[in-house]
């Protein structure tokens, strides 16, 4: 049962549980068992065995986010569609990440317009003065 000493907390608004990464990483172990993929948490406790790919693989990521081999693998549609039923919640992000969205898209999202408008002005500057140095010379 996924609602008991998982630390998740439930939304009010749809009833899907939100996890924390701390809540997720206590997953690790075959009789107890959790994945994060592609931000969604899934208790696949009862599938390890199930697994064609082997459950030894799926311990390695256990507890933790498996988004990347998961993807690796080149999973088939019907293995994703597997998915939903080991379903227990969304990844909530950590306060660190949300608390100032306006900082981390100065450095994250949009550092390369940052970048282009950086070098513009220097082409401008430099452009500018060589046009001042040709007019002052002819
Ligand atoms: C709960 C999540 C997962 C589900 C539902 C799942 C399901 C499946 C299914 C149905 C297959 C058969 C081939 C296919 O349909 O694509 C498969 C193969 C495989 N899976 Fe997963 N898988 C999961 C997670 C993972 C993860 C995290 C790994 C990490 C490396 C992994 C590694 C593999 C490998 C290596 C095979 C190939 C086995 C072979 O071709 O002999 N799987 N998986």
């Known amino acids: 049962n996924a ?3 998982s630390g998740g907390e439930k939304s009010a608004v749809e009833g899907v549980k939100y996890y924390t990464l701390e809540d997720i990483r206590v997953h690790n172990m075959s009789n107890d068992t959790w994945l994060i993929i592609h931000d969604k948490v899934y208790d696949i406790t009862s599938f390890l065995e199930e697994h064609p790919g082997g459950e030894e693989v799926l311990l390695e990521q256990a507890g933790a986010d498996a988004s990347e081999s998961f993807e690796d ?19 909530r ?20 317009i940052w970048l282009i408008s950086a070098v ?7 452009g500018y ?4 140095f040709e007019h002052r010379s002819s």
């Not at 999973?75 to 039923?85: F, G, N, Y």
């Not at 992000?93 to 390369?112: A, D, H, Q, R």
């Open 3 to 5: 609602d008991v000493g």
């Open 129 to 132: 003065r060589y046009f001042i």
């Open 93 to 112: 992000f950590e306060k660190k990440k949300k608390l100032n969205p306006y900082i981390s898209s100065l450095f994250c999202s949009s550092w390369s």
């Open 120 to 126: 513009a002005a220097v082409v401008v500057g430099v």
């Open 73 to 91: 693998v080149g999973h088939s549609t019907d293995a994703r569609e597997m998915l939903e039923q080991y379903f227990i919640g969304d990844l």
